[in-house]
């Protein structure tokens, strides 16, 4: 996918930046085309002529070094690119970029170009997960920048941790795999639920539970990534949506996503249910705020719609994937839901493990389809798990039994 392809290689200032000269000696072993653009520290760890043989093209380190004077450097560089990739990417280029300074070569390029934009970051342990660093890092993603992870291990300050800069050949890969995962779902409409519902007692009490909806989303936003359509029904979250293949529908009770998802059931290949739903509901609202007693107050519930089971009964052509949150037998318990609610395929995490289920940002997972074909997917960030649930659907779906 590199072949002739125009890439722009950001380079700042970090000792990671030795391994932007392998990245560069790659990609033109690959047949690219690459412009190196380096911020002034960056200089300070490598030679801008390091980059010029390596890449056979000029280097770019000054604003104000108009090159040809029939252009403007950096805007013709930023509509030159293709792909821009930043590797490594400080905490100072990230801040930069996500409040929208311009005020180097590097960072002005990275505010006009229309190419999408690879973020490898490469620091300190304790800078990468410092609470601006974090807002950065989430506002960009946002806005569709796209994140190579950095990996753990040892770094160059002697802490050991996540921060350091990604393989240059894995860099490679994940773009190319992420590349050819946008069109993994080109075509198909992924309808998915999201977050708790809230019941109503009386008007300043609810019963809820503690879903975030932070794993509905990533599914919502993994499949857009993908290619794919996507409406997501969503319970009360904090969580936002920026993605404009995403359409968005709020609802508050376990009545209310059941309307909805069937509203939306008949147009959709794909069907993930991940809301946590209320199985149950107060019998009697009450209008008035109910004043506290002397004695115990008991309030009588009764059962709520079962979606899942419901749309089982009414599929045709979907895909239903269903969650089991479970804190005993998990396997046992997600394996008879599979069965009785004629899904396609459960999603069955243990709840009561360290990490894992509601409101984190990490999740393990068990996938199983309806031919029993188990897939483990361990400890990891939500965003990953949500990705390795729609490859696996995509597999399934196409009937690949490998």
């Known amino acids: 996918m590199f072949y002739e392809k125009n890439i722009v290689l950001g380079v700042s200032g970090g000792i990671a930046a030795y391994k932007a000269c392998t990245l560069t000696s790659k990609l033109t072993q690959l047949g690219a085309n690459v412009k190196v653009v380096m911020t002034e520290n960056a200089s300070e760890f490598v030679s801008p002529l390091t980059f010029q043989a390596l890449s056979r093209n000029p280097v770019y380190t000054d604003t104000f070094d108009e090159k040809d004077p029939e252009g403007i450097a950096h805007i013709d560089v ?6 821009v990739i930043i590797a490594p990417a400080t905490a100072n280029i990230i801040g930069k970029l996500a409040n929208g300074i311009a005020d180097d070569m590097l960072s002005t390029i990275l505010l006009a170009t229309q190419a999408p934009v690879y973020i490898a970051p490469a620091m300190n342990v304790h800078m990468y997960e410092h609470p601006a660093v974090i807002s950065n890092l989430k506002r960009l993603e946002h806005w569709g920048y796209h994140f190579i992870e950095p990996g753990a291990g040892y770094l160059a300050c002697g802490y050991v941790g996540k921060g350091r800069l990604e393989e240059p050949e894995n860099i490679i890969a994940a773009i190319e795999n992420h590349v050819a995962g946008q069109s993994l779902l080109k075509g198909k409409h992924v309808l998915v639920s999201a977050g708790p519902t809230r019941e109503k007692v009386d008007p300043v009490r609810f019963f809820t539970n503690h879903s975030s909806g932070k794993m509905g989303f990533a599914i919502a936003e993994a499949a857009a990534n993908f290619g794919a359509t996507v409406t997501v029904v969503t319970g ?60 115990d107050w008991s309030v009588a519930m009764e059962r709520t719609k079962d979606i899942l089971q419901s749309l089982g009964k009414h599929k045709k052509n979907q895909f239903l994937v269903g969650f089991a949150a479970e ?31 509601f409101r984190g940002d990490t999740n393990a997972v068990t996938y199983v389809n309806k031919d029993l074909k188990k897939e483990e997917v361990t400890l990891t960030a939500k965003k990953e798990v949500a990705k390795k649930i729609l490859q696996f659907i995509v597999r399934d779906m196409k009937g690949d039994k490998s």
């Open 78 to 83: 930023a509509d030159w690119a293709d792909i």
């Open 236 to 295: 009360p979250v904090e969580e936002k949506t920026t993605y404009p293949a995403i359409k968005r529908i709020d609802v508050t009770t376990a009545e209310e996503m059941y309307n909805q998802m069937h509203a939306n059931f008949s147009i959709a290949d794909i069907v993930i249910k991940a809301a946590a739903v209320a199985d149950y509901r107060p019998k009697q609202v009450y209008d008035q705020k109910m004043k506290k007693k002397s004695d």
């Open 327 to 357: 804190t005993t037998n998990p396997l046992e318990y997600g394996m008879d839901k599979l069965k009785k609610k004629n899904l396609d395929a459960i999603v069955i995490n243990n709840v009561g493990e360290d990490g894992v289920g």
